[in-house]
């Protein structure tokens, strides 16, 4: 950007300011253009179809929630194409890894720092390969949480503002030397998208999903209602009202159910935490292992309770729908 120190009016130095960073924000774009958006692709042909990034040789990153068969397509800015030869995904993280031949496509190149308040970013896209789209925008939130597939809390990621074309999750959000800041993930509204940060961790676990390899997560075996609507059916059925959320399902062979519970108890703590929406139970579980012990404090008609539950692994899809994709399950 241009310093200017000499300018008799403050219009004139508005003038000046603006040209600079215009002309400064041009050749950053031109700069990604040339060394990020060959690594740009598209996944998928039909809606809905999405985006991505070449992270490696044969490996390509987008967002799990793209992936609608064993063998996407994956389109490259220079117009060609191919098939997927492996596809491995971690579902409740809105990720998968997509093995296929990248001969001639670029390679990200990550950042060194992560982003920060303020930090100005382009996002780019190639929507189910209709064309590469580049976008500028600012960091607008840092260490934020937001709701992936199944409504689990991804946590870690960040948002910002450059607007961005349905059929874009999946690509990159880039720094304006065109490094890998992020994976954009989900529209928040109000002009606001969510992205993955490119750290430490997920480089690691992207490298773990290249060598096959899935994540385990931990399973207790229940399905919730929210907490106004346990609210609403324990007053309609004259109990007094508390704070939690409703059992509503339960899997007969799944942690909560051996430990106890049952349908129609309202869980008010797990770990000591208040549970007030289901979404406080998914934060939980995500600072949880399999194999855990954890507490669930509940209520059982007026009658409080205590149980101890050791989570389990969070099943797998069923055979015919799997093949090495990971599927979120129930909590």
Sequence with gaps: ???????????????????GFAEELEKAAAAVR????????????????????????????????NVRSETPRVHFVDGSEADATAVTADVAGDLAVISV????????????????????????????????????????GEARSFRGPGGRPIAGGFEHTAPLPRGSSGGPVLTLGGELLGINTKRLGEGLYAAITADAGLRARLEALARGEVVARPYLGVGLLPGEVARRLRSAV????????????????????????LRGDLLTSAKGAPLARVSD???????????????LELVRGTEEKQLNVTLGTEPEREEGERRRHHSHGRR
């Excluded at 120190?5 to 000046?16: M, P």
């Excluded at 982003?115 to 929507?127: D, H, R």
């Design 34 to 65: 040339e060394q990020a958006l060959p690594a740009v692709v598209g996944v998928g042909e039909r809606w809905p179809s999405g985006s991505g990034i070449v992270f490696g040789e044969g490996l390509v990153v987008t967002s799990a929630h």
């Design 1 to 19: 950007m241009y310093i200017v120190a000499t300018c008799k009016t403050q219009s004139t130095t508005e003038e000046v300011l603006v040209m």
């Design 238 to 261: 004259g109990l007094p009202e508390r704070s939690g959320v409703l059992v509503q399902h339960l899997d007969e062979e799944g942690p909560a159910a051996q430990a106890g519970l």
């Design 101 to 140: 031949p990248t001969t001639g496509a670029g390679i990200a190149k990550w950042a060194k720092t992560g982003p920060q308040l303020g930090t100005p970013v382009f996002a780019a896209a190639n929507p189910g390969g209709r064309g590469p789209r580049l976008s500028f925008g600012v960091v607008s």
């Design 281 to 295: 139970l998914h934060r939980v579980l995500a600072d949880s292992k399999p194999g855990e012990q954890i507490s």
